[in-house]
């Protein structure tokens, strides 16, 4: 008998977390996600596991994603000793963001303590270090997709494309007992059909238990098609006004579709004479590990392509320049108009992207252009809802920049497209909702009840079920 118990992403979309015990599989930990959204060294200084990490024996990894992989170091901190088993470009990316994060952290941390101390205030010791941070790297496993894994004494593990970011992979697991097997798929983030550089998510068809994400859960995404032409017509119309774009970055996926699509609006000469810059240490180190896969992306897109322009985004997008140091950062605030800045954070919750909204955000010749989820808490969901001030490094500052949001480039599936992938596995299996807000999960249930005549769970944060 084995049990699944939600310990993160359950009626909310980060801090993907959930653990899978049993005789034949052992202790397993699918995803460690750290939660995001408010203010960073609190959140971090605040997460607590409620299950002993000395226990578990192996946590498997749907992807790169910080609300998937985030708490990994301290895991390893707090007495986890065993693998950490991805596919072979989520333990390459994993570098890049686990790297990323402990320095953010750290630095975000000193930062406050000076504050403490100046207040009087007791120091605070940081939760994992970058000891732990290379432990978690020194034990990670990549594998293939499609090949199989063994798990505890008697299961078994298969990672499956999913199509939502480099690497993405949908889990699949077979239990076994007493000559009797159980499959639980996990379907970690599943992507959009028509991404660029990314596959269709694989369609599976065999399930006992599914437990799957519901991101966008109540909401249609536009077209791909539609995207670029809405992408288009943002700019042109703040080139006519001089302005600058902003755009916030997710560093792996949305950067790297973007530069995809600006390249191609290039190529067919429709870009102005706009620059790019890619102001993110992190995005730049990511492309990077694109470029290294793009060959091997069976990606339709990416197929079409000369064997040049797929050997680099950097070589498809000729006007883009690569700022990582902080002084060619500063550099990028000095230009009057004609720049596309391209930096993180992606929901704003730190990194440069900041330092250009106080420069730029209160002048209404500017656009700032959305490219994915903004979750609860965070400033970019406070702009993105509307807010006419924000405040930033203590100030205020008035919104009159143009706020758009590129529905398309979402790297998640749209409504439609859950619907279908939950249709492919016949029979009907048991089937739980993660990764969601309340209103999306209760609209999708309600849709799945209606169209499938599936009845789903959607689990509470620290719920278990039997299998
Ligand atoms: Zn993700
Ligand atoms: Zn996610």
Redesign the pocket.
Known sequence: MATITFHGAAQEVTGSCHLLEGAGVGRILLDCGMHQGGDAVRRIQDEEFAFDPATIDAVVLS?A?L??SGLLPKLYHDGFNGPVICTRATAELLDVMLNDSVGLYLRDLERTNVRNARRGRPLLDPIYTQEDVETALKNCEGHQYKETIPLGDSASLRFHDAG??LG?AIVEITLREQEKEKVLVFSG?LGKGDSVLMNEPAVLEKADVLLVESTYGDREHRGEQDTIIQLREILSETWQQGGNVMIPAFAVGRTQDLLFHLGCLHNQGELDNWQVFLDSPMAIAVTRIYDRWLKLLDADDVRQLSDAHRSSLEKFLPTLNLASSTEESMAINRIKGGAIVIAGSGMCTGGRIRHHFKGRIWDSRNTIIFTGYQAKGTLGRVIVDGAKTIKMFGDEYVVKARVETLGGLS?HAGRRELLAWIKGFQPQPRTLLVHGEPAAQDAMADKLWRDQQLKVSIPSRGDSIVL
């Open positions: 992807h994603h609300d998937h939502h970011i993405s983030d790297a």
